[in-house]
């Protein structure tokens, strides 16, 4: 049985930094795509960044990029997003996402950026920014 499980959300300034973490397990956590999505309320869910765990590339949406960071602690099978200079306009319930992987396909996991791509979800975790 799969299971996520955020953690790290709360109520930070803006220029603030929160770091939200996804304990995973279940599944073949050495090779899996895993993304971070957020959705404000009203809007679609979102992808923000994403890993594939087998050998460590990422991605990010372009309004992070500079702002986030991505990464992960095999031992622990978790995958963290650092949030550094947070805005307002990121004010939104944050989800990890996971999609079992082949093996050697990093570039096929970086490519899934939609919320229909992963079928793995985890309850979400609140980030609230104020101005």
């Known amino acids: 049985q799969v299971q996520l499980v955020e953690s790290g959300g709360g109520s930070v300034q803006a220029g603030g930094s929160l770091r939200l973490s996804c304990a995973t397990s279940g599944y073949t956590y050495s090779s899996a795509c895993m993304g971070w999505f957020r959705q404000a309320p009203g809007k679609e869910r979102k992808g923000v960044a994403g890993?594939?765990?087998?050998?460590?590339?990422?991605y990010y949406t372009d309004s992070v990029k500079g702002r986030f960071t991505i990464s992960q602690d095999n031992a622990k099978h978790t995958v963290h997003l650092q949030m550094n200079s947070l805005k307002p306009g990121y004010t939104a319930m944050y989800y990890c996402?996971?999609?079992?992987?082949?093996?050697?396909?990093?570039?096929?996991?970086?490519?899934?950026?939609?919320?229909?791509?992963?079928?793995?979800w985890g309850q979400g975790t609140q980030v609230t920014v104020s101005s």
């Open positions: 996402a996971a999609e079992p992987a082949p093996t050697g396909y990093g570039n096929w996991c970086l490519a899934k950026t939609a919320s229909a791509d992963f079928d793995y």
């Open positions: 890993i594939y765990t087998g050998g460590g590339s990422t």
